[in-house]
């Protein structure tokens, strides 16, 4: 449970936590097979019910929801002009998804909102709650994901909004390591992947003496054992994985005549990036001549570090460390729409914990006791961030009319 929560709380709208938990309930049973694993891929039937479902219940508490183009789901007051703090997370799923991995900052939105409405709280005219449209990016045709969020920011609706916030589960173990309740998150890994290509000499590997080879295999995985010196010597907190390794021909008495790695580097910023870029090239071409091999490194994708907006975080923060003593700052190692949302609006996030860490799994699990406390949070954010933010844009827009 928190350590302790402020009597200065009693004054806030609180949340129907029995609602809230009920609705997470209802979204994971949409796309969930027999062994409670989601499989709501973006786009698919699931997908399109699990929106369908979002979109009536925002309707059938009186607010007025809708699709963009691109496959979003807002929801709103009736009747508003905005400007709005946009809330919210996404409702897709990688497959045998657990239930919280995006659900929850998209059902907790819809809390929050429901709850100012309900209230009738000045802030309630000012929220637009969004489920974004194919985040996770394994739908075919997805070029990586994120994409309801990239439409967002080239769509003029973004001018409408000045803040945006996500609370999300934190998908690791740092926090439950840590015994924290909540984390106000400061920005996200940027993310590079590579294909590392390698040309030796295929031979017999029986009658062919090492000081003889041209093994591609050997350069291949020399570099991904090493992959994990080189990103903590550019930065102890960066890590990279070696996902893929292919070897031709692939045959235990074959040398490999040619090889091929995928791997994938996540940091806290470009300069690290940059420097674990900088040694890897070093490292595989030092290695490719000693093996008298030829290789070549391709960057495939750059996603880059996200550092989040100032006053929003510290507004997320302060609520936070009023909520509960049990609260740490954290960088972000999952990639989110908040970092695609953050180059277009003041965006923040906050998380609560993952039991065991897991997640893109069924085994995925927050208590209760978090997921009903980062909810209350979102909405002391939104509440201190419009109060803190709103006077001054309505202001303008007075001043303009």
């Known amino acids: 449970m928190p350590a302790s929560t402020h009597s200065t709380h009693s004054l806030q709208p609180q949340i129907d936590s029995d609602r809230l938990l009920k609705d997470l309930n209802r979204l994971a ?9 989601i499989h709501r891929i973006a786009g698919n039937d699931a997908d399109m019910a699990a929106r369908d479902w979002i979109d009536k219940t925002m309707r059938v508490t009186g607010l007025h929801a809708y699709y963009d183009d691109t496959g979003n789901v807002f929801s709103r007051r009736l009747n508003t002009s905005g400007p709005w703090l946009l809330i919210g997370s996404h409702s897709d799923t990688v497959p045998a998804a657990g239930h919280l991995d995006g659900a929850y900052g998209v059902i907790a939105a819809m809390e929050v909102l429901r709850t100012l409405h309900e209230h009738d709280h000045p802030m309630a005219d000012h929220v637009e709650t969004v489920a974004w449209f194919d985040e996770e990016g394994v739908m075919e045709g997805s070029r990586g994901g994120l994409t309801g969020s990239t439409a967002l920011t080239r769509d003029p609706h973004a001018e409408d909004l000045f803040a945006y916030i996500e609370l999300h589960v934190e998908q690791g173990p740092r926090m439950e390591r840590a015994g924290l309740d909540l984390s106000p998150v400061t920005g996200i ?8 290509t390698v ?11 090492f000081e003889l080879r041209q093994d591609a295999g050997r350069v291949a995985t020399r570099v991904a054992a090493e992959l994990k010196g080189i990103c903590q010597d550019a930065d102890p907190a960066s890590i990279g994985n070696a996902g893929v390794i292919a070897f031709d021909p692939a045959a235990a008495n074959v040398v490999p005549g ?9 940091a806290r910023t470009e ?11 070093d490292f595989l071409f030092l290695v490719a001549r000693e093996e008298e091999c030829v290789a070549d490194l391709e960057r495939t994708s750059a996603k880059p570090a996200a550092v989040f907006d100032e006053q929003v975080y510290g507004m997320v923060e302060e609520v936070c460390r009023r909520r509960t003593d049990r609260c740490a700052p954290l960088v972000s190692y999952a990639g989110h729409d908040a970092s695609v949302i953050s180059t277009r609006l003041p965006t923040a996030m906050l998380f609560v914990p993952s039991t065991g860490g897991f997640s893109h799994s069924n085994r995925e699990h927050t208590a209760d006791e978090h997921l009903i406390l980062g ?7 939104v509440i201190r961030t419009g109060e803190s933010m709103l006077p001054q844009l309505l202001s303008k827009t007075l001043v303009a009319a």
Request: charged content about 20%; proline content about 2%; overall charge negative.
């Open 189 to 196: 890994v940027g993310v590079r992947r590579y294909t590392i």
């Open 258 to 266: 040619a090889a091929r790695v995928e791997l994938e580097v996540r």
């Open 375 to 381: 909810t209350q949070a979102l909405l002391d954010a």
């Open 271 to 281: 300069e690290a990036l940059d420097a674990i870029e900088r040694s890897l090239t």
């Open 199 to 209: 040309t030796g000499q295929a031979n017999h590997a029986g009658t062919t003496p």
């Open 29 to 37: 049973q949409i796309g969930a097979g027999a062994d409670g694993a």
